[in-house]
């Protein structure tokens, strides 16, 4: 398979999603013993809608996209 430079979009998206991500866990992980609770909740939900919205990326892109997972295939989805 022939492999191509990531577009500028492909490249915002994934580092959007990873600074969301590691941002999240670091803010819970030094809010967690403070009383601002509301913020640990907060990065939380907000780590858990990056990882969801990474999931359903990953399952709707073509499989010849690179931010599709690997070994995806949908025609083999759910069979036995």
Do not use: N, Q
Not at 15 to 31: D, E, I, P, Q, R
Not at 47 to 56: F, G, Q, T
Request: aromatic share 10%.
């Amino acid at each position: 398979m022939a492999t191509r430079k990531p577009t500028a979009a492909e490249m915002t998206a994934l580092l959007t999603f990873h600074a969301t991500l590691s941002g999240a866990f670091v803010v819970a992980y030094l809010k967690g013993d403070e009383d601002t609770y509301g913020m640990h909740v907060f990065v939380g939900y907000a780590a858990l809608i990056a990882i969801a919205l990474r999931v359903v990326i990953g399952l709707l892109a073509p499989p010849a996209a690179r931010c599709a997972f690997p070994g995806h295939r949908p025609d083999r989805c759910w069979t036995g």
